[in-house]
């Protein structure tokens, strides 16, 4: 018998048994579109979070201080011990091309033209370079030293009139104090500029470290300036700090920062690394503010936004693998209801295979004619699963609003598995079929 002609016969006994046929593939198509779906997302996924790592991004390090294994990601554990006379040593280095501090401040309000939007962790002190310029929708950084913000859309557009560049804003910081800042620029996302705010949009108000942070908001921070003055009192000087071990360390009132930002001179991975590299090798050493405040209990993780999503990537691949597993049990059940159906139609056909063997057909060809029969059910499986998980995975990516990635090595590993599948449980069946005896066949009622 040809091969043509056992595929013709294969598909017409499916033809002929619609209803099966359609239940026996559906376990195949389900397993492949649980898998191609969920693979997709996670590739989105994986994309879009990555893809948020600008070039200018790319050359970033970000850095904080906290007890050796404590979970959570960036600024878990944190402690503020970087100062302002180590960060301009930083920026000094030949190394580094720029270094400053990242302070998320707590905040009650934030007023504009007398309306007022209550916001408790709208505000981020942090340096110029830290909003960088591919993020500007228009407008310009701040400068260090002035009382100017870059605001983000969700806080534009929280007023009844939008806030525009060049509009004044007034921020009402934890304990009632109010400042008011000239909007210098808007970003193009409400999306997190790093790794420190993460990704999810929020509303956002950056502002220079300087005043906003060393003169305004220091002291009202727990850390942020050493013992001496009064709690909420920044311009009151008072005795020298103490170390995590209890320590003076002579550093009176300067605030200190909860994480720091260490900038290569370019994004090319060695330039990253000796960046790493000068900055632990200084704030570790005497020199530096920072190794007195550090003690025995705290240690200094600096990270690119790369290696911090690694964790997050890392996340998406476990996720990914328990969703292959699931989808694995789909695929055998769906193969063990291709085998079931096949001896069923094996059964079913035995007058049949009686005759064909009485006309000549040999055991080979009744082997192949059943075989063809279950592969073809695999492979259909496998090309509407494999449909049906590219259009889950399309609309999951739209609905979410992520960049369509296809892993396309899925795609086809998906027809191969088909097949597999086919083949592996088409093989008893079709030899049980090829087996039969031609004298009791024909006699089977």
């Known amino acids: 018998m040809r091969l043509l002609e056992s595929l013709r016969l294969s598909w017409r006994s499916i033809r002929g048994h619609k209803l099966r046929s359609s239940l026996t593939t559906l376990g195949i198509v389900i397993g492949i579109a649980a898998v191609i779906a969920f693979v997709t997302l996670g590739a989105s996924l994986q994309a879009g979070v990555i893809g948020d790592i600008s070039p200018d991004d790319q050359r970033n390090s970000y850095g904080w201080a906290a007890e050796p294994g404590t979970e959570g990601g960036p600024l878990a554990g944190a402690q503020p011990v970087f100062s302002q006379d180590d960060l301009d040593a930083l920026s000094d280095d030949d190394d580094i091309d720029a270094a400053y501090g990242y302070m998320p401040l707590s905040t009650q309000a ?222 055998l059940v769906g193969s063990i209801g291709i085998a079931n159906i096949m001896l069923v139609s094996v059964t079913e056909r035995t007058r049949e295979i009686g005759i064909m063997k009485a006309i000549g057909a040999q055991n080979r060809e009744i082997l192949g004619l059943f075989l063809a029969e279950a592969v073809i059910l695999g492979i259909v499986g496998a090309i509407l699963g494999t449909l049906l998980g590219l259009a889950a995975g399309y609309l999951g990516a739209w609905y979410i609003d992520l960049p369509l990635v296809y892993p396309y090595e899925y795609v086809a590993l998906a027809i191969v598995v088909g097949v597999l599948v086919g083949i592996g449980s088409g093989l008893y069946p079709a030899w049980r079929a090829a087996r039969t005896d031609p004298i009791d066949a024909l006699r089977y009622e």
């Open 110 to 331: 934030l007023v504009y033209e007398d309306e007022i939007s209550p916001q408790s962790d709208a505000l981020v002190a942090a340096g110029p370079s830290y909003i960088r310029e591919n993020t500007l929708a228009e407008g310009r950084q701040f400068e260090q030293g002035e009382r100017e913000a870059v605001i983000n859309p969700a806080v534009a557009g929280q007023f009844e009139e939008n806030v525009t560049v060049g509009d004044e804003l007034t921020i009402v910081l934890q304990g009632g104090q109010r400042t008011t800042v000239t909007v210098v620029g808007i970003t193009e996302s409400s999306e997190g500029l790093s790794p420190f705010e993460g990704f999810e949009p929020s509303p956002r108000v950056y502002v220079p470290t300087d005043p906003f942070y060393t003169e305004d908001a220091a002291g009202a921070v727990p850390g942020g300036g050493t013992a001496g003055g009064e709690e909420g009192d920044p311009n009151e000087s008072g005795e020298n700090g103490t170390d995590a071990d209890g320590n003076e360390t002579g550093m009176g009132d300067d605030a200190l920062f909860l994480a720091i930002v260490v900038e290569a001179e370019s994004a090319d991975d060695a330039a990253v690394d000796r960046a790493q590299e000068s900055a632990i090798a200084y704030l570790d050493s005497d020199e530096s503010d920072t190794s007195s405040l550090l003690g025995n209990d705290l240690e200094i993780t600096l990270q690119t936004s790369a290696e911090l999503l690694q964790q997050l990537e890392d996340v998406l691949d476990l996720l990914q693998n328990f969703i292959v597993g699931i989808a694995a049990i789909s695929l």
